[in-house]
């Protein structure tokens, strides 16, 4: 909508846009709130101002919306998925008359999210959204996960269940359904590392940031970087070691040895009479913090509930914070 401003001094008819009278602070606030990065990039199209004024946003949406072909080779989906999504703006920069601020070189990768981003001056607040998540699960199985890092895992929770009905029934016993909840939550860790993985170019160029999430649209796993996890990586950086610790044939970042606080029921009934049959929920720290101990256990269950504190999820979480925890190590992998 057009607002149209006039004034008893101005000649008769003559009109001015209701927008050159907004102070660049509120319009930033608008571009805040949009934060979708194609949109502002187009946005920038529309007047000199605005394409002064786009570049300054600190809160950014960088959203996947390409699909890839099951023949895609699943060590490197992220990338493939980042790739073609990426290539979808390169028509947008080729109409940006102004020239991206001096950052470190990409070469190797010229349509990565750090080059995108390189259009934007100060960062705090990013947000990357794939198009679905990473598991390949069997038929009836739900995994819902969310990681924190700095330079390396910090922690992970994960939350597993198989529908009502699925085909696979899990064994009565713990001892028996055990193979599969391992390898729920080494799944969930692979896919989180590898998330990871692809964001160290992004936090080693924008040292404004303060928080950096990567998750997906059908909201399955999150990775968060927080503003302590940032500055961790980035003295790591300055110290000379610019990469994090990676595994480079699988592309994701090592994940150190942990210890897995895990808890189990066979079924776990929601409101509504909803249920869910498997249910697992595994609290995942590296080794050597707060490992086993009742304060342990309290913090777990705080970062399960922070994690999952909301809707049937949350509802779930509670149910089996109730029930009995095993702990569990594994070596870095």
Known sequence: MKIMVHHEEEEEGEEMDGFDRLPDSLILQIFNSVSDIKTLIRCRSVSRRF????????????????????????????????????????????????????????????????????????????????PAGDLNLDNGAVIKWRAEFGRSLKSCVILAFRRPGAAEAESADFTGGLKTRVVWTISALIAASARHYLLNDVVRDHVEME?????????????????????????????????????EVSRRTVVPSVRMRMRHERRVELRGGEWVEGA???????????????????????????????GVYGEAVRVLLKSKSYLLEMNSF
């Not at 890839?68 to 028509?91: A, G, H, R, T, Y």
């Not at 950086?237 to 610019?242: I, K, L, S, T």
């Open 51 to 130: 394409n002064s004024l786009v570049p300054q946003a600190e809160s950014l949406l960088l959203r996947v919306d390409c699909v890839i072909s099951p023949e895609s080779d699943s060590d490197s989906l992220l990338f493939s998925l980042l790739k073609s999504f990426l290539k979808s703006f390169q028509d947008l920069f080729k109409l940006d008359p102004k020239p991206a601020p001096d950052r470190p070189k990409h070469p190797s990768n010229s349509q990565s999210p750090a080059r995108i981003l390189s259009r934007f001056d100060r960062i705090r607040h990013l947000r990357i959204e794939l």
């Open 280 to 310: 697992t929920l595994v609290v995942v720290r590296p080794c050597g913090k707060d490992g086993g101990g009742s304060g342990g256990e309290a913090e777990d269950g705080e970062l399960a509930l922070g994690a999952f504190g909301d």
């Open 211 to 247: 928080r950096l999430v990567l998750g997906d649209r059908e909201g399955e796993g999150t990775v968060v970087m927080e503003r302590e996890g940032l500055r961790e990586c980035r003295e790591q950086q300055a110290r000379g070691r610019g990469e994090w610790e990676v595994e």
